[in-house]
């Protein structure tokens, strides 16, 4: 008897295959021989495949940051029927303008339960977000809830990469360059305009997406840190090459400028038999960050945890970072240990994929989220600040928590959807309510 399609997703996940690396030019076949030799484009490729350049930079673009890769296929990706739209669901792309940007400090509960049979493209939906996506500028922020596998379809994102951050449910990505298995405490990235495919391997899967329309997430540069630390490019992993030849009809669903366009292809465009290159699929697993903090007083800014970052045209700003606030020691003498009050120019959306954060004592859930957008004023909630002031000041594990932050230079302008969503909290201010005047004079 053939395996069941949930059997298939299990097997493929099982020990899978990894090339190490962040930036560094990997290279992969599936079929011995596949890869061409000394040159990218020769007459004839290998095995009969075709050669096909996927620019992710421009190519003109400085050696440090050019990305691209070389891919050997059963089909050239041009072999395609004409794409037509079809309905957005639930994503909306900058810039938005269906509401207008607030200054309220905003938290949601975690997304409702989506109806059977909804896949991850069918079950994203969208925040809200900054920027413009036919400028190539900003980002928007996702959040999924599926309880289906894609089957026979794909999909890409002209618009941006995809920066997912599994909360519940362990994902098997099968993507033009190979398989990758993202579980809840992984990120996983998909280049701009990568054919993939997401199956679920424990029936139900939630989490979030940062889509960076912007230039792609980079390494941030470590400065006195030195040459190691923070996140290390050797726990990035990459794929190698896997491919399906499946000639029967499979649905191809493309973002492009912020709609969905579909088109079904008479085979599977995850054909690519080798590859090469720096353009490639990755994941991550964020308890391999090594946390760097201090050591004798204060709490440090929140990007010393920064694991990802685009940049901006402007040294030292980030379009987006990408913030994770991983176990660690807190020892800080004579400090205040908990996240700080403060108002950012930057604004943050921060989600947790586990346990707890320690600067909210309850009402930030697993798989919920806070926007904090620019200038507004937040921090330790009543609780936590009472708390931690009174606090007798050991070392303290922090380990009961693994939250996140996309943090970006522009506001977020949240959409419709999620300004008027039933899990929207109510009251959200309550929680800075009631903090005391203790100055006397
Ligand atoms: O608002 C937040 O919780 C995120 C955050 C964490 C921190 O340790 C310092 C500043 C900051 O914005
Ligand atoms: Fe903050």
Redesign the pocket.
Known sequence: MSDTADEQTRKAAEALAHSAGFGNEHSSEAVPGALPHGRNSPQRAPLGLYAEQLSGTAFTEPRHTNRRSWLYRVRPSAAHPPFTRTGNGNISSAPFTDSVPDPNRLRWSPLPEPPEGTDFVAGLWTLGGNGDVTQRTGMAVHLYAANASMTDRVFSDADGELLIVPERGALLLRTEFGLLRAEPGHVALIPRGVRFRVELLEGTARGYVCENYGQPFTLPELGPIGANGLANARDFLAPVAAYEDVERPVEVVNKFCGNLWSATYDHSPLDVVAWHGNLVPYVYDLRRFNVIGSISYD????SV?TVLTSPSDTPGLAAVDF?V?APRWLVGEDTFR???F?R?V?S?Y?GLIEGA????AEGFLPGGG?L?NMMSA???DRETFDRASAAELRPQKVDDGL?F?F?TRWPVTTTERARTADHLQPGYDDVWQGLERHYRR
């Open positions: 709490h440090p800014d929140p945890f913030v606030f908990p996240p700080y403060h950012n930057m943050e921060m954060y320690d600067a909210k806070s904090h937040h921090g330790p939250a932050m943090e």
